[in-house]
């Protein structure tokens, strides 16, 4: 029999190791305890094992985190993370039973939704999750363009150290996480965690503080890969935050004019990133487009209380579950300039979507009009999609944390 079953630390490590095995690779004892130390929540962290033999068979778990909505109001969010099935136990419904306990445990923890970055984004639609940010890979023929902009007198860049970095950053990223939809926070213990994985390997890593004004503003954290010093090298960007657009460009621009230098490659930028407009030539950026984190509206009800919208407006929404079509609940939503009231209802809805879809719109990463070009949506009427639109509207999320 198998049965889904905590984690403490004495079966941390067989679990760590079951993990990787799900991914296909296998983490180092040291790496192992950072992650334990700096990262995990291992009260939060589960397993399917085997009652038989003890072998763990699947793993899972989630990460606390705060997450900034439209309106910039901060949520709790469960992240989960660390899911895995062997590939001897497949097909066995593991994987909706881990799904299911984490759920549970996040609404043990008072998380009104949760998120996840999808290694295949064929498996979470049918457990109620949408696509809630879009995230794009750069690669920037650096050779063939250049960042062309006024420089500002009040923008100062110089290298820190990792110390320094480690002290200023945070706040940097912590002020953005306030002003951006889609953001989640990061403990002094991430930060710690995520320089150690940037650190792995043989290139090295450089730190860019921008100040303006005699304030940190931004910083840019990459890597150069160079085969020796009479060869070209490339950039890889591992993140870059601003407060302004000043302090961005001055970033991007020390990046791009880098001697030495062919190839730039920036995985995880927003979709919408005002730096795109600065390149002299557009062609040398070539983009691809992804999903970033997928959503799931754990409380639907208290989602759009807390959620901003942009008119006042009343509306009726039947929300459905794919998983059964007969399990719905109908919401009214009144929203006014002081805020939102939701209600149950036993209305006729406005408009039928699938929680997938109403976690996407809720972001904002998709409109209720392009749903219903899709035949996705069921409406009263032909108005009801474009004063959705209009009430639900709001800037594109963007999550630079992976978790």
Known sequence: MINIKAINKNNFLDWRKAVRRGFGDVRDFKDMEILRLERVEINRLIAAVVDETSGIVGTGGIDSFNLTIPGFKSIKMGGIAYMTTSLTYRRRGIWTELMNYLHDDAVNHGEIMTGLWASQSNLYRRFGYGIGTLSERWNIKSRFTSIKFRSDP??????????????????????????????????????????????????????????????????LIYKTVRSGDMEMGSIEVI?????????????????????????????????????????????????????????????????????????????????????????????????????????????????????????????????????????????????????????????????????
């Open 154 to 219: 009040d923008v100062f860049v110089e290298f820190v150290e990792q110390s320094d970095a480690l002290e200023i950053f945070p706040s940097i990223y912590e002020s953005f996480r306030k002003k951006n939809v889609g953001m989640i926070n990061r403990s002094e213990g991430r930060w710690r965690y995520e320089i150690h994985q940037v650190k792995k390997g043989q290139n090295p890593v450089f730190y860019l503080l921008s100040s303006r004004n005699g304030k940190p503003d931004g910083y």
């Open 239 to 403: 993140e870059e935050l601003s407060l302004s657009v000043e302090s961005s460009l001055h970033l991007w621009s020390l990046i791009v004019d880098s001697d030495l230098i062919n190839n730039i490659v920036a995985d995880n930028r927003p979709h919408q990133d005002p730096i795109l407009w600065y390149f002299t030539n557009p062609r040398s950026v070539t983009r691809e487009t992804k999903d970033g984190v997928w959503y799931k509206l754990i409380n639907v009800k208290k989602c759009l209380e807390m959620r901003a919208y942009s008119t006042e407006d009343s509306k009726t929404i039947k929300v459905l579950d794919p998983m059964n079509l007969e399990d719905f609940k109908t919401f009214r939503v009144e929203s006014t300039n002081l805020g939102a009231s939701v209600y149950h209802s036993n209305s006729e809805p406005d408009i039928e979507i699938y929680y997938s879809d109403l976690a996407s719109a809720f972001m904002g990463v998709t409109t209720f009009s392009l749903l219903n070009q899709t035949g996705r949506l069921r409406i009263k009427s032909s108005s009801v999609i474009e004063q959705l639109d209009m009430m639900f509207g709001t800037n594109n999320a963007w999550c630079p944390h992976y978790f």
